[in-house]
């Protein structure tokens, strides 16, 4: 039995599946590096007020 072009298209993934899926790779991996920033950011902060000797004061 030969595939008729509907079943062969039925078998590839769209292109919006693709993009999605994709921009979802992207979205994830740039909210890993934001939230690393983040991180580091607060440390150095942390960091500069215990060197300032700030931390027991609000």
Do not use: W, Y
């Not at 078998?11 to 983040?38: H, N």
Request: glycine content about 6%.
């Amino acid at each position: 039995m030969a595939p008729t072009p509907e079943n062969a298209s039925a078998r590839l993934p769209r292109l919006d599946d693709l993009v999605s899926r994709e921009f979802g790779k992207c979205a994830r991996r740039f909210d890993a590096q934001a939230i690393a920033c983040t991180r580091g950011l607060h440390t150095s902060l942390f960091i500069q007020r215990f060197k300032q000797g700030l931390l027991g004061r609000p």
